[in-house]
Nanobody, 129 residues
Framework: QVELVESGGGSAQFGGSLRLSCAASGFDLTPYIIGWFRQAPGKEREGVSAFNNHDNYTTYYADSVKGRFTISVDKAKNTAYLQMNDLRPDDTGVYYC?????????????????????WGQGTNIMVFS
């Protein structure tokens, strides 16, 4: 059974840190781009970060999180991570991980959700000021 399971959500103070995990089961993450998306209350889902686990390990970050968030993948654990530092109230939302097979990934728009086939159930993040 193919599954992505996020964990690590919760609450944090302004300026605090959290680390999200995205554990994949039923398939190997090697040929995939792993993306993190978030959806704030009343807003559309937006891309946060992505990692090309297929060939060149390119990372992508939304401007709003550059310098604060770091994406990584542990191949041995078949798990992706999102380290979030210097958290702000605007980071509040439900965070989802998703995977896009390299052949179908939209390299011109890493946040194109049509590229992503598997999605996790989401994990909640709340940042207090």
């Amino acid at each position: 059974q193919v599954e992505l399971v996020e964990s690590g959500g919760g609450s944090a103070q302004f300026g605090g840190s959290l680390r999200l995990s995205c554990a994949a089961s039923g398939f190997d993450l090697t040929p995939y781009i792993i993306g993190w998306f978030r959806q704030a209350p009343g807003k559309e889902r937006e891309g946060v970060s992505a990692f090309n686990n297929h060939d060149n390990y390119t990372t992508y970050y939304a401007d709003s999180v550059k310098g604060r968030f770091t994406i990584s993948v542990d191949k041995a654990k078949n798990t992706a991570y999102l380290q979030m530092n210097d958290l702000r109230p605007d980071d509040t939302g439900v965070y989802y991980c998703a995977t896009a097979l390299w052949a179908y990934f939209d390299y011109s728009d890493p946040w194109n959700t049509a590229s992503y086939d598997y999605w996790g159930q989401g994990t909640n993040i709340m940042v207090f000021s």
